[in-house]
């Protein structure tokens, strides 16, 4: 008994402290909010990626091409589509001093707190036969990013990024190179390579740290196959393909625009393994098909308010259920074949009043019920399975106190329209996930990027909860150092 209360104590005595941190990040902000720094410097009124060795290249504050580093501004995004260059004669790297060398890391220490009310854990019955909620915190810190990129002669560009989870176990999550402005024509950009999608809303460039909301849960939404029971616990998931729109890709892409980048069109032949290297899958038997990516977008001057952007994109694939050969049982690597069908589209809105700017996207999804009910080609579909359909949105805002301060909030929300088995509840697999955090930026250099992050993400998934069917609530407190050098 007295052990109990002494746990108890200490769980509030721990909420108390997560509490006033957070109360502190909070008050911070709002003394910070009504601080102007000697060194602050105004924003462009014309909103790259995150790479201050593109700022020492030409002499500019990191400000000039990032609304709030890392997020793109207009202009940002223009130098991007420009192949990283300003179209002027500092472009070619024979003009720059040999001293110059285009890499900047990236690293973020970090407390966070995670927590998750109904996690699988070893019960009275046996080894994960219950639920309970699981909470952690302490001291941590992120990956390392190693980014290099430029150009490698006037309109020849590339970009390569190492990249480390927390451990320093390295993978390539960019290796491109590409042709810019092919015949003189800025509507003739030829990419080639594993690079992010021509996502107006870019993953890596997100504002946002915590596990939760690190990437857009819209992107990588797949839906639950059945829910967790305590004969089976754990909601079962899709099995023979794992796919983001968030993730980089392997392939090629055409890329046009226009001279002042209002209008822009872009077109990608892919891989179907999800940017995974050596025709490796997340199930072991990659296809030997591709799919096709496309995005178009426009801007627009809207009186005093200045550019608007509005667009559209699709994702068309398919996707191997088994594979055509075995080796010892395991699936030889490229050989996978009865492969289905899957489609992910949407439409995006970016508005900017002036301090504040809105993205706005509907989001649409559906999966072949083979895919759906992870059901091989070469077999007879379960009785009942259909095609799997969801719509998803995201409203994300972020307003810009000051060049140093900017304040973050992101609603996303996901609902099945069609669960693959119509005996799942209707509600199975819904998701809403609620952000909110900000970042301040003590100083704005051409040298290095700085920023003081501080955030809490919160997520409910309907039906999800592994043994008892119930919701599943996982909740994210980060505060660090987010910095590039």
């Known amino acids: 008994m007295y052990e109990r209360g002494s746990q108890s104590k200490q769980k509030k005595r721990i909420t108390w402290a997560a509490s006033a941190l957070w109360l502190a990040f909070l008050l911070l902000a709002v003394i910070l909010g009504n601080t102007r720094s000697v060194t602050a410097s105004p924003l462009p009124t014309a909103n790259v990626r995150a790479l201050p060795a593109f700022a020492r290249k030409y002499g500019m504050p990191c400000s000039s091409c990032h609304q709030a580093w890392p997020m793109l501004s207009p202009f940002g ?11 002027n004669d500092r472009d070619a790297p024979i003009y720059q001093q040999p001293a110059y060398w285009p890499v900047t890391f990236r690293i973020t220490p970090t407390w966070h707190r995670e927590s998750q009310n109904r996690t699988l854990v070893d019960g009275t019955a046996g080894p994960l036969t219950a639920e309970g909620q699981v909470t952690t915190h302490g001291f941590d810190w992120s990956g390392l990013d190693f980014h290099t990129g430029g150009t490698l002669a006037k309109n020849v560009s590339f970009y390569v990024l190492p990249s480390s989870d927390s451990t320093a176990t390295f993978h390539f999550e960019t290796v491109m190179a590409r042709l810019d402005n092919l015949l003189g024509s800025t509507w003739l950009n030829i990419k080639l390579g594993k690079f992010e999608l021509d996502n107006l809303l870019s993953e890596k460039r997100i504002l946002t740290l915590t596990n939760i909301a690190g990437t857009y849960a819209n992107y990588h939404f797949q839906p639950l196959v059945s829910p967790g029971s305590p004969a089976a616990p754990g909601a ?22 226009s001279k002042d980048d209002r209008t822009r069109v872009s077109a990608a032949l892919l891989n179907s ?53 075995t080796q010892n049982g395991a699936p030889v690597v490229g050989t996978g074949i009865g492969n289905k069908s899957f489609y992910r589209d949407g439409l995006i809105g970016m508005w900017y009043f002036k301090k504040l700017d809105v993205t706005t996207m509907f989001f649409h999804g559906w999966d072949s019920a083979f895919l759906g009910s992870n059901t091989a080609a070469n077999t007879p579909l379960p009785a009942g399975a259909q095609a799997p359909t969801w719509n998803g949105g995201l409203f994300e805002t972020h307003y810009t ?43 704005i250099s051409s040298r290095a990027g700085f920023a003081f992050h501080n955030e809490y993400a919160i997520m409910w998934q309907r039906g999800a909860s592994p043994v008892t069917g119930l919701d599943l609530t996982t909740s994210s407190l980060l505060a660090g150092f987010d910095f590039a050098f």
């Open 77 to 87: 995004q223009a130098f991007k589509d420009n192949g990283y260059q300003m179209m």
């Open 236 to 257: 079962v998931s899709e099995g023979f393909y794992k796919f983001g729109i968030g993730d980089n890709q392997v392939g090629i892409e055409w890329m046009g625009h």
């Open 273 to 325: 393994n999800d940017g995974q290297p050596n025709f490796t899958a997340a199930n072991g038997a990659t296809g030997r098909n591709y799919n096709g990516y496309f995005a178009a977008s426009q801007a627009f001057e809207l009186g005093s308010l200045g550019l608007q952007r509005v667009g559209a994109f699709a994702y068309i694939g398919r996707a191997p259920t088994f594979p055509q050969f």
């Open 401 to 443: 106190l000051n060049p140093q301060l900017i304040l973050i909030n992101r609603y996303e929300l996901i609902r099945m329209s069609r669960q693959v088995f119509a005996t799942n509840p209707g509600n199975f697999g819904n998701e809403d996930v609620l952000t909110f955090g900000w970042r301040y930026y003590p100083f």
